[in-house]
């Protein structure tokens, strides 16, 4: 606590000093000189680094993640937060984020207080997993019941929880784990604010999505959400909005109107996967509804209802009749449905 005190009290001469910190470096310890090797090193943070100084950075930090002692980082955890994340922009901005997921894993740990306790760089390390497409080790992550502990303790902000949640969301996703996704997205909905972040409204886009495709119908958000997202969150998603209304209609040409209109909005904010997926349930739905009514029924009669061709049609039928959601036959030289 004393050290601590003299490297608070010295920041300014540390980041006038930051040029010279790979040869002091050098000579400490990175286990047993945690607490200074993170000011010197998250120091360095702030700087455009040289290629030689970038190349020490990542491997001095690459190490230190994997080592540093968890009292230490501990008393700094803002700190050590700082150098971990310019460790990984660094790695994602070359392109090798698959290399940043063990350091992170260590680095999670030693900055928790205690097991399971949810930490700033959790929602680092679900980004790092889901730009490298390694949904294993993100989906063993957010499985794990992560309690919230004194922000002060582990440098948690409102930030960090709503990019857990929207991550985690994300993960979920990737797995069709559609319920857990929802939950996640719901999360970043409820958490008290006063001004409504770019974080909720992309949550909020990929709820009214999942939504849809879990219950065929886009749900309200809790009374218990704050005022601000209560009244303003579907005015700043209104591309979304637009696309519940036509889903909702049943009606296939409604929807594609509302997806060929926006299809660019829906693919930049990449949620074009998921629109799509809509439409494949919806379809589903108009035959499992069509099919209640009728015995037989020409593939033409549910082609024009559904949009599509023929062999779409007839593909999408023996794929219902394939997973048991649809019970019938198609006589192909009829060109019926036979119920």
């Given at each position: 606590v004393q050290l601590l005190g003299i490297l608070n009290a010295s920041e300014q001469l540390i980041r006038s000093l930051w040029k010279d910190f790979p040869l002091l470096i050098q000579e400490l310890h990175l286990?047993?000189?945690?607490?200074?090797?993170?000011?010197?090193?998250?120091?360095?943070?702030?700087?455009?680094?040289?290629?030689?100084?970038?190349?020490?950075?990542?491997?001095?930090?690459?190490?230190?993640?994997?080592?540093?002692?968890?009292?230490?980082?501990?008393?700094?955890?803002?700190?050590?937060?700082?150098?971990?994340?310019?460790?990984?922009?660094?790695?994602?901005?070359?392109?090798?984020?698959?290399?940043?997921?063990?350091?992170?894993?260590?680095?999670?740990?030693?900055?928790?207080?205690?097991?399971?306790?949810?930490?700033?760089?959790?929602?680092?390390?679900?980004?790092?997993c889901l730009v490298s497409k390694f949904y294993g080790i993100a989906l063993s992550v957010v499985q794990q019941g992560l309690a919230l502990e004194d922000?002060?303790?582990?440098?948690?902000?409102?930030?960090?929880?709503?990019?857990?949640?929207?991550?985690?969301?994300?993960?979920?996703?990737?797995?069709?784990?559609?319920?857990?996704?929802?939950?996640?997205?719901?999360?970043?909905?409820?958490?008290?604010?006063?001004?409504?972040?770019s974080i909720m409204i992309e949550s909020y886009k990929k709820y009214v999505l999942v939504c849809l495709l879990l219950h065929g119908k886009l749900d309200s958000i809790p009374k218990y959400t704050s005022q601000v997202v209560q009244r303003t969150i579907a005015n700043q998603c209104m591309v979304y909005m637009e696309f519940a209304k036509a889903f909702s209609s049943h009606d296939m040409g409604k929807l594609n109107e509302v997806i060929a209109k926006y299809e660019s909005v829906y693919d930049k904010d990449h949620n074009l996967g998921l629109v799509r997926q809509c439409c494949d349930s919806l379809r589903k739905f108009i035959v499992q509804r069509v099919?209640?009514?009728?015995?037989?029924?020409?593939?033409?009669?549910?082609?024009?209802?559904?949009?599509?061709?023929?062999?779409?049609?007839?593909?999408?039928?023996?794929?219902?009749?394939?997973?048991?959601?649809?019970?019938?036959?198609?006589?192909?030289?009829?060109?019926?449905?036979?119920?």
């Open positions: 286990t047993q000189h945690s607490l200074p090797c993170v000011f010197f090193l998250e120091a360095m943070v702030g700087h455009q680094l040289s290629q030689e100084q970038q190349s020490f950075f990542l491997d001095t930090t690459r190490r230190f993640m994997l080592c540093a002692d968890s009292v230490q980082i501990q008393l700094a955890p803002d700190r050590f937060v700082g150098v971990c994340r310019k460790y990984k922009d660094i790695h994602v901005s070359l392109g090798t984020p698959r290399h940043v997921i063990v350091p992170l894993q260590s680095a999670v740990a030693r900055l928790q207080p205690s097991a399971n306790t949810l930490t700033p760089l959790h929602a680092d390390l679900l980004q790092v922000p002060k303790r582990t440098g948690l902000t409102a930030k960090d929880f709503l990019l857990y949640c929207y991550y985690g969301g994300m993960v979920f996703l990737g797995e069709q784990m559609f319920a857990d996704a929802l939950d996640f997205f719901l999360n970043a909905l409820t958490v008290p604010a006063v001004v409504l972040s099919t209640r009514t009728y015995l037989t029924i020409s593939l033409e009669q549910l082609a024009d209802v559904l949009k599509l061709d023929k062999k779409k049609t007839e593909k999408l039928l023996v794929r219902m009749i394939v997973s048991s959601s649809l019970s019938g036959k198609i006589d192909n030289s009829k060109g019926i449905l036979i119920l």
